[in-house]
């Protein structure tokens, strides 16, 4: 497990405060930003200084696939992603000639479990289609101008709740499962 701390202007924030500003950053980067991968990992890059190049990482191909919205959400992808950063298997830790512990494997995988099972509590799809369908009631193509035309104004009828939401709850869930892992060394008390 990979520690770090709060950059210092946001080491004064309570609990509940840093729940909200991951959501708040992680929604203004994806509605400014338009990808939902890197824009839940640029909360953490802000927030506590994660590698640039994760979040760089999750780009073109970390949301609904290549923009084509027949893969799993990016919200949910960038979350994972972060969770790795901190929980996952590191290199040395594998093998290509001899089986190995499998240990630190199933704490990262326990960690993105939790993330997942959070998107399907709340909206109960994890896949990028079927979260628009339930936000909007249908499926917007990425790669159709037409589509990104629909999904705007979509967006702006339903706002808050629209993509923007999926990926600020997926940075507030990510916060929540560092802190409550005591990842953030210089996290608040309550």
């Not at 949910?76 to 040395?92: E, H, P, S």
Request: glycine share 8%; hydrophobic share 40%; proline share 3%.
């Amino acid at each position: 497990m990979i520690e770090c701390e709060l950059k210092p202007k946001y080491s004064g924030l309570s609990r509940k405060e840093l729940l909200d500003k991951a959501y708040e950053i992680a929604h203004d980067y994806v509605q400014y930003s338009h990808q939902c991968s890197q824009s839940t990992a640029a909360a953490f890059h802000e927030l506590l200084g994660l590698d640039g190049n994760v979040v760089r990482a999750l780009t073109s191909a970390s949301g609904g696939h290549v923009d084509q919205v027949v893969g799993t959400c990016g919200g949910l992808i960038g979350g994972v992603a972060v969770l790795d950063y901190f929980f996952g298997r590191d290199v040395m830790e594998m093998s290509m000639t001899e089986p190995v512990d499998l240990t630190s494997k199933a704490r990262a995988m326990e960690r993105s479990q939790l993330l997942y099972d959070r998107f399907l509590e709340k909206w109960g799809a994890v896949h990028c289609a079927m979260l628009m369908r339930q936000i909007y009631g249908r499926p917007f193509w990425f790669s159709d101008p037409d589509d990104m035309i629909k999904l705007g104004e979509a967006k702006d009828r339903v706002s808050p709740n629209s993509c923007w939401d999926v990926v600020g709850n997926s940075a507030r869930w990510v916060m929540e499962i560092l802190l409550d892992n005591e990842v953030v060394k210089n996290a608040p008390a309550d």
